[in-house]
């Protein structure tokens, strides 16, 4: 396929086209979910799509939108963006729209954990928590191999006001990720250049880190390295890449959260699946029954990009179901609660629609969409 936006400026990827011709009954479908991308960076214009319950897809009236920042999240009437020194929400209109003017804006950096803040989005980043009542930001900076990260977390009222509850340090970290949240709400994990690192979600929303133990399976003749925990939206789940004596292809093992954040598993080296992709991401269905990883994020395609759909068994070893676009790069995949799964690929400029369950797969859409780098999915 020829692709309309690749290699022309700013104006161009402003235009965008579908690669499938639409159905004539899209418009008599229900929306499922607003999928909203945004291109060319943390800056960047943002596109709103309405998700039939087909997977179709239909731009939203007044797209494109200029707001501040980089998208970090949507609630069903408030959508949030993080800027150089500020975060902002602003109003969702009945139709998927976006408001212009923010509703509320918070500099954050005067904030406990601030001075973990660098100014630029390049490092930082936020999401919201499951209810989308708190809002979490992770700021880093890096001076070599030391430095440090810090969690912030900001309760959200009705009218879209922050409210400060809570900053956690963790001081000469580098290379943080956001912390993924346990579905039961009690605890969370992300990562740093040592490994995983825990936090406990207080009653009032807070995140705080905490010291957890991991009981890792073993290897015979050497050592698992853990990474990258993704906690399941259901239950006390945790499946974390498990590293060879430290060294790819990577496995995956699920591990189940004790009372105290604890993590253990029953899976062994024999029954745990081998990942083929390299540098890989990952996200669960909200159902919490498939587990995704995609790699190659604004990247020259390789043997290790592409997309890993898993069966999630709980604590039962995870079960590879299809590999898909192997060899494409993916920078983002996010689903929708109807079975749809959104991916990005900012080299192909592409923004794919797949209807996914445990026993089929079928690709509903293609868009050609110039540089998309991130997206937030908001089902209906």
């Known amino acids: 396929m020829t692709d309309i936006s690749r290699g022309f400026g700013l104006a161009a990827t402003l235009v965008f086209a579908s690669i499938l011709a639409p159905s004539p009954k899209a418009n008599a479908q229900s929306t499922s979910a607003y999928v909203y991308v945004q291109i060319d960076g943390p800056q960047g214009a943002i596109y709103g799509f309405t998700s039939s319950s087909t997977g179709k897809l239909t731009a939203i009236a007044g797209a494109p939108w200029k707001l501040s920042g980089q998208i970090a999240g949507a609630t069903a009437s408030k959508f949030f963006t993080l800027g150089l020194d500020n975060t902002h929400d602003y109003a969702i209109g009945s139709n998927g729209a976006l408001g212009t003017a923010s509703l509320e804006s918070v500099p954050y950096l005067d904030y406990a954990g601030g001075n973990c803040g660098s100014g630029s989005t390049e490092l930082n ?21 030391s430095g440090c990260s810090a969690v912030q977390s900001f309760n959200i009222d009705s009218q879209g006001a922050f409210d400060s509850v809570g900053e956690t340090t963790l001081t000469g970290a580098v290379d943080t990720t956001l912390p ?3 579905g039961a709400e009690t605890f969370a994990y992300g990562n740093d250049q040592n490994g995983p690192v825990g936090f406990r979600h207080e009653a009032n929303g807070a995140l705080e880190s905490i010291n957890f133990n991991e009981t890792n399976p073993t290897l015979n003749g050497g050592f698992y390295t853990p990474g990258f925990p993704d906690a399941s939206a259901t ?26 954040g604890n993590l253990t598993t029953t899976n062994t ?3 745990m699946p081998t990942s083929g992709l390299i540098g890989a991401s990952s996200t669960f269905s909200p159902s919490g029954n498939l587990y995704v990883l995609y790699a190659g994020k604004d990247t020259q395609p390789q043997a290790g990009d592409g997309i890993e759909i898993y069966n999630f068994n709980g604590a039962a ?32 400029n592409r ?4 209807t996914v369950t445990p026993t089929s797969i079928v690709s509903d859409e293609v868009w050609s969409i110039g540089g998309p780098v991130s997206m937030v999915v908001l089902s209906k």
């Open 351 to 354: 923004l794919y629609v797949f």
């Open 125 to 145: 980043s936020a999401e919201l928590d499951h209810n989308g009542k708190t809002f979490y930001i992770l700021l880093q900076t890096s001076n070599g191999i």
């Open 180 to 182: 993924s949240i346990l």
């Open 317 to 348: 070893p995870l079960t590879l179901n299809t590999k898909l676009m192997t060899g494409t790069p993916i920078d983002q995949v996010a689903f929708d609660s109807s079975n749809h799964m959104y991916a990005i690929s900012k080299y192909e």
């Open 235 to 260: 239950g006390n789940y945790v499946v974390l890449h498990l590293f060879p004596n430290g060294a790819n292809p990577f496995q995956l093992g699920s591990f189940t959260a004790d009372s105290n």
């Open 269 to 271: 080296s024999a029954n």
